[in-house]
């Protein structure tokens, strides 16, 4: 069974090979969830929300998804 990776939210046109490569992570490098927002001179240019939140890909990825962080300020 093959199941579409959802992918959703807001992309300005200039910034379409960003949701392209987005959605690329789940399609061909196996991610299964996350979320991307870029802003650029006060605007979010790209706001986006991809996959799964959990391994099964029962209940896709939202805004309000919790994840942890580690080591981002290396």
Known sequence: MTTTTPVAGSCAPRFAP?????AANFTDRGDIGAALCLVVGGEAVV????????A???APWQADT?????STTK
């Open 18 to 22: 960003v949701r392209d490569a987005f």
């Open 47 to 54: 706001d986006l929300v991809g996959g799964w939140r959990d």
């Open 56 to 58: 099964a890909r029962t």
């Open 66 to 70: 919790l994840v942890n962080l580690w």
